[in-house]
């Protein structure tokens, strides 16, 4: 029998306060519990009706204001209509009626549409998407669909020997059956379509959303700006999706914000939640109020966007909030630059904001911190740490084990030295989401999570501070922080930094300390233009080296001038290292001053080695470091040839989370390297993280990144390969998982590899015929298997419009900086489906480096539907298109005018993606290559020994359509034959996927297709034939003239003159046929469009037509000339046919709709009617003798001729082919027309209500 259960529960661990002192503190000073705290929350959004975060801890709203900054809730709502008698129009079409009770002294309202969908979170959309189908569209399509089969079997029981009547009936059960199935399979739901309504009642600004889509706006509720009232509301009991609202631009842009996940209610829960009845699930500062700014943009699956980051640090600025909270960051190519931090950096110096940001997930491999937290020396970045008892009340793990820092959990040292992690805190805790998720909380881990941890933290001692009058600087707090922070024993610093955040001492560290002279002081302490002494590579460590320090005080924006005057300070600089030499002392004023380092690291043993030189105010040397310099020196080890270029490592024992970390020197020539862990325990399954990392100046360390999961079962073995560069140092690092239980042994291997490409990158020109590479194996004995695999074709395109102006007030700094964008335009043609992806190499992957502040591109359809969005980083966000033709919007920002005008010729490029790869032949001798025989296949290289081989051009019939002159084929070049040779020669970065990394990239440069001799022997005919005299041919041309001129006229004068003329010219009657049935008022004419067909169809010999298509060869010297002709006649035939039809079926149709005539009363209607069909039935059938019905020209005919003879399903069929070719709302309609005749309602409602979002009055807004 099981033990009766403990009626305890380990509380604490569920949102951990005991690990960094916040409950120590709170037990002490229950009031400084966040009151009179203000943190922005800089997140995906905070859901306001999340459980915890409606009020604080003394009664004072809990959000002070909900806004998007991200520009995915905008609504253009610059339309401006009057009611007639309580009614409007929206922009969907629907019809409004306006509430009596509402207030309107201008009746001026502004209405404008929005897609449901671009405002829900992806997993919400997903929900809604499922339960719409499960509900809506399945039960009534599986009925239609039995239906129909039903008819059709029982049709085929009764019928054995059909008539060609019967066959076409026949055809159209079959029809209703394919249909039902094609829109089964292309089912999609495009969302709700919202009309929104804003208007100025007098006082302020309010809003409606119409969340009924009937048009029922009593029902509906209006809403104010957030911070007027904190007013929100939600869009249905199905979704449980809260939002609010902010009104801009005198009411010409709605904004709806919506959170876009549940990781920024999460975050706000962990910073401040407020639970009366149930303090246990409390946030950090249950007292601290919240800005919740959402900049994870929706439209990009909540990534966040330099627009979206400089409007929250200008919101952040005017509501003066006292902390930022920011779980963001992303791997940056140089640290500590570019215009988004700037910005941060202006906030924090000069408006005193703490800016507290996650460290970032990127661990376990040194070096691999994000920006901002990790990188930006304004920001305090916090790294991941897991207690004990969030082991067992969080994870629910069979045992403790002992606190650790989370394997995922980015380490430093930043790549300019910088220490990366300042503090840490527990990475992980159950709280609040979204009420769209459908529960109240929820477990996630990552220094998203250790980030709010520490702001709730330092909520509590700013209120503290604030309580008691004590005056501080963001330098004062961080140092308080750092100084006092509890280093755990066992994790390196890189990882936790100077330690877990311990809030009682740093309290009492401020308190102590808050008479101090240079408590507000802060110090930039640079190495160049470095922020620590980092050397990685060998060639740093031959012999000692000496650095130039500069150190200079920082006055917080506030200080007089008599402080700078006075500050006077004699620092002691200290270092517990022996490899560094430092001076002792240092005389420091307002003044930047300068000392000498010198590092020695010779006799340092492989690995990593860390140490600072800390300078102390003599005075006070008990109040810590004012400052400090890290210092970081790897040094490497050199795998030699008598070991084969390898490392074995042999039964390493591993600990649950133990990181073992080795740094080589990457052999000469070595281009890959291949890892082999195999497990040596018998009785323990594991999970390990295999993670690689090489720097280069200028790039991010994803640049050259591998990193790959494990699962390693019991005597179970793993092998991997990744590409490497030679003379860089690697850091190869194996780490055993934080959560895994019990002791394991190993056994791992790492061997280089090198076979090295001359040129590094393949470019071959078309026009070359045959393009030379030579391969050389660098290292040892190789298998090589030359592969070139084309994967994609690229298009540039320029703007073909541009546009700049000026931002209005949500993009205005401090001092009325002002923000410009330029927004350039370009189209493309997709030949057939495919793949794409957009992005502007001069910008991409550049965010928080970036000079400019944003990039943002919007692609749209030819009826300016948005089909996608991207940004910075293009390969997140590929799209699937169909054929037809597309424009892209983009989006640049800049504070200086002159700066975007330097863009206006910014080339795009567009990725089509090749569904089958192309596979260029490659040969080992020129000879070979030249009469393309014998191909290579495999061969073995000897150390040192080079191997030429030759690539052949790509067959003409081969090249993508759509792709010619100015376009490229882009692929990648994989040499080793071996399976982990060419692993590594396609190895993705990171887990995400995001990037990818080619050892040899390949270009193919394409030419203009050869030219194609039109009309066979035509030019050696007119040789033959006399020629023309002058005035015949005058005559021709005036001819031609008049013909072409005659719709234009629109006067019949050119018609009867020509006709007298020329009676039996073809093209004149064609034009005359063209001609009225393009006219206005074509359907008071149907009986002339008929005649006018009938004289085109008897000026055709249709007997000499269908005779000469019936010949296989034509011998004639002529036969070309007789061809075009007979082509053309029968595509005039073809073209007189169907559009004698459609005026018959018109007239047909035009009789039923005035009469209301059905199927049965055809027999009675009148002669005139009883012909029509007759000879419209006639028409068919003569067309079926020249083409078939699915020909793009007869489509409209037959489409017409199906409703007439009211076989709905062929008809339906006609109208989607008539729907691909012309994807426009006329055709969409008819196909709407034809579901409801059919009877398949749900069809009709589901395309009837997507109109207004394939059919946008306007592009949509940035």
């Given at each position: ?9 380990p ?6 306060k ?5 409950a ?14 203000l ?8 859901d306001?009706g ?10 004072k ?7 998007d900054?991200?520009g ?11 009611p007639?008698?309580?009614i409007i ?6 019809t409004?009626k ?5 207030i ?6 502004h209405?404008?549409?929005?897609n ?7 997993t919400?959309?997903?929900r ?12 009534v399509h599986r ?21 060609q009547v019967e066959?076409?009936e ?15 399979k292309?089912y999609?739901d ?19 959303v119409?969340?009924s889509e ?12 957030y911070?007027?009232a904190?007013?929100?509301?939600s ?12 009104v801009y631009?005198e ?9 876009g ?22 946030g950090i ?11 994870g943009d929706?439209r ?18 005017k ?8 779980s963001?960051?992303e791997a940056t ?6 215009c ?20 970032g ?5 040194l ?6 937290g ?11 740490y ?5 082991m067992?009340?969080?994870?629910s ?6 606190a650790?820092q989370?394997?995922w959990s ?6 300019d030295g ?5 503090i840490?805190a ?31 933290g330092i ?5 503290g501070?604030?309580a008691?009058?004590?005056g501080?600087s ?7 922080l750092?100084?006092?922070a509890?280093?755990i ?5 890189f ?5 877990i ?5 740093a309290y ?10 240079t ?12 922020r620590?002494?980092y050397?990685?590579d ?9 650095h130039?320090v500069?150190?200079?005080?920082v006055?917080?924006e506030?200080?007089?001038n ?9 620092i002691?600089?200290?270092c517990?290292?022996s490899?560094?030499?430092c ?13 000498n380092?010198?590092?020695?690291p010779?006799g ?22 004012l ?6 020196v790897?040094v ?5 040839e ?6 074995v490592c ?12 080795h ?14 862990v ?9 999970k390990f ?10 790039k ?17 073995s793993?092998?991997?390969a ?11 690092c194996?780490a ?22 001359t040129?590094s990158?393949?470019h071959?020109?078309a026009?070359?015929g045959?393009?030379r ?9 190789e298998?090589?298997?030359?592969l070139i695999?084309?994967?994609?074709w690229?298009q ?8 700049t102006?000026p ?25 057939k ?17 970036s000079e400019?502040?944003?990039q ?5 359809d030819?009826?300016?539907?948005l089909?996608g969005?991207?940004d ?13 033709d ?9 504070e ?21 790869s ?7 001798n ?5 009469i393309?025989k014998?191909?290579s296949?495999?061969l073995?290289?000897q150390?040192g ?7 052949t051009?790509?067959?003409?019939d081969k090249?993508p359509?759509?792709a ?9 070049l ?22 990818k990394?080619?050892m040899v ?13 039109k ?6 005919e007119?040789d ?12 021709d041309?005036l ?15 050119f018609?009867?003159e ?5 009676p039996?010219h073809?093209?004149?009657?064609v ?10 008022d ?10 006018a067909a ?5 000026r ?8 000469h ?28 046919l169907c559009?004698?039809g459609?005026?018959l ?7 039923h709709s005035?009469?209301g005539?059905?199927s049965?009363?055809?027999d009675s209607?009148?002669d ?7 000879n ?19 489509l409209?005919f037959a489409?017409?001729h199906?409703l007439?003879n009211k076989m709905?399903g062929?008809a339906l069929?006609?109208a ?7 994807p426009?709302?006329?055709?969409w ?31 949509a807004?940035?």
């Amino acid at each position: 029998m099981a033990a009766y259960p403990d009626d305890s529960f380990p509380y604490q661990g569920l949102l951990p306060k005991k690990e960094t002192g916040a409950a120590s503190f709170l037990s002490r000073y229950p009031e400084y519990d966040g009151r009179g705290i203000l943190i922005a929350i800089l997140d995906t959004g905070v859901d306001p009706g999340a459980q915890g975060l409606q009020v604080t801890s003394d009664g004072k709203p809990k959000i002070i204001d909900i806004i998007d900054t991200t520009g995915s809730g905008d609504v253009n709502t610059s339309t401006i209509v009057k009611p007639k008698d309580g009614i409007i129009t929206g922009i969907s079409g629907r019809t409004l009626k306006i509430p009596e009770n509402w207030i309107n002294p201008s009746e001026n309202y502004h209405v404008g549409l929005k897609n449901g969908y671009e405002i829900f979170p992806k997993t919400l959309r997903e929900r809604i998407q499922k339960e719409k189908r499960e509900k809506l569209w399945d039960p009534v399509h599986r009925n239609c669909l039995a239906e129909a089969c039903r008819e059709l079997d029982e049709f085929d029981s009764t019928h054995t020997s059909l008539s060609q009547v019967e066959k076409i009936e026949r055809e159209e059960l079959q029809t209703q059956v394919e249909m039902l199935n094609s829109m089964e399979k292309k089912y999609c739901d495009s969302g709700p379509s919202y009309d929104c309504l804003v208007w100025h009642d007098g006082e302020t600004w309010r809003a409606c959303v119409d969340t009924s889509e009937l048009g029922d706006l009593s029902n509906c509720s209006v809403l104010r700006n957030y911070s007027v009232a904190q007013e929100y509301a939600s869009l249905g009991l199905s979704e449980m999706l809260n939002y609010s609202i902010n009104v801009y631009d005198e009411g010409n842009t709605l904004c709806i914000v919506a959170s876009g996940g549940a990781h920024g209610t999460h975050v706000a829960s962990i910073a401040a939640g407020f639970f009366p009845d149930d303090p246990e699930r409390n946030g950090i500062a249950p007292g601290a109020q919240i800005l919740a700014v959402k900049i994870g943009d929706t439209r990009l699956s909540t990534m966040e966007t330099g627009t979206g980051l400089i409007r929250a640090m200008i919101e952040t600025i005017k509501y003066k909030c006292d902390l930022v909270n920011y779980s963001y960051g992303e791997a940056t190519h140089w640290p500590n630059a570019g215009c988004i931090c700037e910005v941060i950096n202006d906030a924090v110096l000069k408006h005193n904001v703490i800016y507290v940001s996650s460290a970032g997930n990127n661990g376990p491999c040194l070096s691999t911190v994000g920006c901002p937290g990790g990188t930006t020396s304004s920001v305090i970045g916090v790294g991941a740490y897991v207690s004990p008892d969030m082991m067992v009340s969080e994870y629910s793990l069979r045992e403790k084990l002992p606190a650790n820092q989370y394997t995922w959990s980015s380490r430093g040292p930043c790549a300019d030295g910088a220490l990366g992690v300042s503090i840490s805190a527990p990475g992980g805790a159950i709280a609040s989401v979204p009420n769209w998720t459908l529960r109240g909380t929820q477990l996630m881990n990552g220094t998203s999570m250790s980030s709010p941890n520490a702001c709730g933290g330092i909520a509590l001692l700013l209120s503290g501070l604030k309580a008691n009058g004590i005056g501080y600087s963001v330098h004062f707090i961080r140092r308080a922080l750092e100084n006092t922070a509890m280093k755990i024993e066992g994790i390196e610093v890189f990882a936790q930094g100077h330690g877990i955040i311990q809030v009682d001492k740093a309290y009492e560290y401020l308190v102590q300390n808050s008479l101090m002279p240079t408590r507000n002081l802060g110090f930039n302490v640079f190495v160049g233009n470095q922020r620590g002494i980092y050397l990685r590579d060998s060639p740093n460590h031959a012999s000692p080296s000496d650095h130039g320090v500069a150190i200079e005080p920082v006055f917080p924006e506030y200080a007089v001038n008599s402080e700078r005057i006075s500050l006077q300070l004699h620092i002691a600089l200290t270092c517990n290292a022996s490899w560094i030499n430092c001076p002792g002392h240092l005389e420091l004023m307002n003044q930047c001053r300068h000392i000498n380092i010198r590092v020695n690291p010779s006799g340092l043993r492989e690995g990593v080695h860390f140490t600072e030189v800390c300078g102390y105010d003599t005075t006070a040397p008990d109040a810590g470091p004012l400052f400090r310099l890290p210092i970081t020196v790897t040094v490497p080890l050199r795998v030699h040839e008598s070991s084969g270029y390898e490392l074995v490592c042999s039964d390493v024992p591993f600990k649950p989370g133990q990181i073992t970390r080795h740094f080589l020197e990457v052999p000469y020539g070595a281009t890959w390297a291949e890892v082999t862990v195999s497990s040596l325990s018998s009785d323990v399954s594991s999970k390990f993280v295999l993670h690689a990392v090489q720097l280069e100046k200028q790039k991010a360390y994803r640049t050259n990144e591998f990193y790959k999961f494990i699962s390693l079962l019991e005597k179970g073995s793993c092998s991997e390969a990744f590409p490497v560069l030679h003379g860089k140092t690697l850091e190869f690092c194996i780490a055993r998982w934080w959560a895994s239980l019990g002791d394991v042994s190993v056994k791992y291997t790492i061997s280089f590899h090198g076979i090295v490409c001359t040129p590094s990158q393949l470019h071959i020109n078309a026009a070359d015929g045959i393009t030379r590479f030579d391969v050389i194996s660098t290292m040892k004995y190789e298998e090589v298997a030359p592969l070139i695999s084309l994967k994609c074709w690229i298009q540039s395109l320029r703007p073909i419009s541009t546009k700049t102006r000026p931002l209005g007030p949500r993009d205005t700094l401090p001092n009325n900086r002002q923000f410009y964008e330029i927004i350039l335009m370009y189209s493309f043609h997709q030949t057939k489906n495919g793949e794409v992806t957009v992005s502007c190499p001069l910008l991409c992957e550049l965010l928080y480096e970036s000079e400019y502040d944003s990039q943002l591109w919007m692609l749209f359809d030819q009826n300016k539907k948005l089909m996608g969005s991207g940004d910075a980083y293009p390969h997140q966000y590929s799209l699937k298109l169909d054929k037809g033709d597309y424009t892209i919007r983009l989006q640049v920002r800049h504070e200086q005018l002159s700066e975007l005008e330097r863009l206006k010729d910014l080339p795009t490029i567009v990725s089509h993606r090749i569904p089958n790869s192309l596979n260029l032949d490659v040969y080992d001798n020129h000879g070979n290559a030249l009469i393309g025989k014998k191909k290579s296949t495999s061969l073995t290289l000897q150390s040192g020994c080079t191997q030429p081989f030759f690539v052949t051009s790509i067959p003409d019939d081969k090249i993508p359509k759509g792709a010619g002159p100015g376009c490229f084929l882009s692929g990648t070049l994989t040499l080793a034959k071996s399976e982990l040779g060419k692993k590594a020669g396609q190895a993705a970065s990171k887990r995400q996927g995001k990037f990818k990394k080619d050892m040899v990239s390949v270009q193919y440069h394409l030419i203009p297709s050869p030219n194609k001799q039109k009309n066979g022997n035509k030019d050696k005919e007119k040789d033959a034939e006399k020629e023309k005299d002058v005035k015949e041919e005058f005559a021709d041309a005036l001819r031609d003239l008049k013909i072409q001129w005659m719709a234009k006229l629109d006067e019949n004068v050119f018609y009867e003159e020509l006709k007298e003329s020329y009676p039996t010219h073809l093209p004149l009657y064609v034009a005359r046929l063209h001609q009225l049935d393009t006219e206005k008022d074509r359907m008071k004419r149907m009986d002339v469009i008929v005649e006018a067909a009938d004289d085109v169809i008897s000026r055709i010999d249709q007997t000499a037509l269908a005779i000469h298509l019936a010949m296989k060869t034509d011998p004639r010297p002529e036969a070309a000339t007789v061809k075009s002709d007979m082509e053309k006649q029968k595509s005039s035939l073809i073209d007189a046919l169907c559009r004698k039809g459609c005026a018959l079926a018109d007239t047909i149709l035009q009789y039923h709709s005035q009469e209301g005539a059905t199927s049965e009363e055809v027999d009675s209607t009148g002669d005139d009617t009883k012909d029509s069909l007759a000879n419209l039935t006639e028409t068919f059938w003569e067309i079926l003798k020249w083409t078939e019905l699915t020909d793009a020209k007869v489509l409209t005919f037959a489409y017409k001729h199906a409703l007439v003879n009211k076989m709905h399903g062929r008809a339906l069929k006609f109208a989607i082919k008539l729907l691909e070719d012309k994807p426009n709302k006329e055709n969409w309609k008819n196909c709407i027309q034809v579901m409801k005749l059919l009877g398949w309602k749900h069809c009709a409602s589901f395309t009837e209500s997507s109109l207004s979002i394939m059919f946008p009055q306007e592009y949509a807004p940035f």
